[in-house]
T-cell receptor, first 114, second 113 residues
Framework: DSGVTQTPKHLITATGQRVTLRCSPRSGDLSVYWYQQSLDQGLQFLIQYYNGEERAKGNILERFSAQQFPDLHSELNLSSLELGDSALYFC?????????????FGAGTRLSVL | SQQGEEDPQALSIQEGENATMNCSYK?????LQWYRQNSGRGLVHLILIRSNEREKHSGRLRVTLDTSKKSSSLLITASRAADTASYFC?????????????FGTGTRLTIIP
């Protein structure tokens, strides 16, 4: 158990809908990262938050947004969903001290857009 | 886009044999890490090697790093069925801060009992 909790584990929805994925980081970790894993794109970094502030942005679509709350949990919001958004979405957390950035991953949310 | 390319994409070996996976990357790095992913599960950190290190060991794992060739290898010795998983290298690009990891394409390793 990594200590990172993601909910829900599975999500099935229709095109055009909006969903929210939730992540609770390991106790004490200030950084939260979101990744998307699909068969054709591999593991793609989406966005990072550090202590409530956006820290780094990757290949995140404008239809997607995220935030980190004062209790450090994070949510990834996906809107106007398309079939191609079907993927595994992972959250990871780290202490992010210096350059020894070891990330601890949650079990993921499997999103199926029908 | 992927920073690293892993080779081979898939590898099947007999239990007890050694498995070697290679990773190539494109930019300068602060460190390189290897992660394991069991089917459909989250990634688990295995080992980190800094850019000024050439070799590192952890149990049955041995990682090498050649920054001149921008490549790394992961050796798993005396493989076990439980080693069946996908293995990813990940790099920290100092140009994007020290926290952003960029993952390679992964090697799917199958250990045949």
């Amino acid at each position: 158990d990594s200590g990172v909790t993601q909910t829900p584990k599975h999500l099935i929805t229709a095109t055009g809908q909006r969903v929210t994925l939730r992540c609770s980081p390991r106790s004490g970790d200030l950084s939260v990262y979101w990744y998307q894993q699909s068969l054709d794109q591999g593991l793609q970094f989406l966005i990072q938050y550090y202590n409530g502030e956006e820290r780094a942005k990757g290949n995140i679509l404008e239809r997607f947004s995220a935030q980190q709350f004062p209790d450090l949990h994070s949510e990834l919001n996906l809107s106007s969903l398309e079939l191609g958004d079907s993927a595994l979405y992972f959250c990871a957390s780290s202490v992010a001290v210096g350059f020894k950035n070891i990330q601890y991953f949650g079990a993921g949310t499997r999103l199926s857009v029908l | 886009s992927q920073q690293g390319e892993e080779d081979p994409q898939a590898l099947s070996i007999q239990e007890g044999e050694n498995a070697t996976m290679n990773c190539s990357y494109k930019t300068s790095i602060n460190n390189l890490q290897w992660y394991r992913q069991n089917s459909g599960r989250g990634l688990v950190h295995l080992i980190l090697i800094r850019s000024n290190e050439r070799e590192k060991h952890s149990g049955r794992l041995r990682v090498t790093l050649d920054t001149s060739k921008k490549s790394s290898s992961l050796l798993i010795t005396a493989s076990r069925a439980a080693d069946t998983a996908s293995y990813f290298c990940a790099t920290v690009d100092p140009n994007f801060g020290n926290e952003k990891l960029t993952f390679g394409t992964g090697t799917r390793l199958t250990i045949i009992p």
